[in-house]
């Protein structure tokens, strides 16, 4: 029943910038927080920002500065905006509900299928 629809992806030279949105309907069970994560071309799928139901962020350390995420709880969306895009951020990005507890974010299962962000140099 909830579905995560992400958008934005492209192909992007270094140095410039894409924003992604994640549309999100239906309930997402015991989630306080949205998140980006994304999965490189072999590599492991792992979190790129986070930001709780009352609007606090998170980022990793490879992102920060460079990436904001943002939510709009009436439109039910979720936005990062990536500038200074490096190649290395070259992945698939994906949108996901979890959940905040301690200092931690705890991905749940509720995935989209996923945009495409290329990053050229």
């Known amino acids: 029943q909830v579905q995560l629809v992400e958008s934005g992806g492209g192909l992007v030279q270094a140095g410039g910038s894409l924003s992604l949105s994640c549309a999100a309907s239906g309930s997402i069970l015991n989630s306080n927080a949205m998140a980006w994560y994304r999965q490189g071309p072999g590599k492991q799928r792992d979190m790129v920002a986070h930001?709780?139901?009352?609007?606090?962020?998170n980022y990793a350390s490879s992102v920060k500065g460079r990436f904001t995420i943002s939510r709009d709880n009436a439109k039910n969306t979720v936005t990062l905006q990536m500038n200074s895009l490096k190649p290395e951020d070259t992945g698939v990005y994906y949108c996901n509900g979890g959940k905040v507890r301690g200092a931690g974010y705890y991905a749940m299962n509720y995935w989209g299928k996923g945009t495409l962000v290329t990053v050229s140099s």
């Open positions: 930001i709780t139901d009352g609007g606090s962020t």
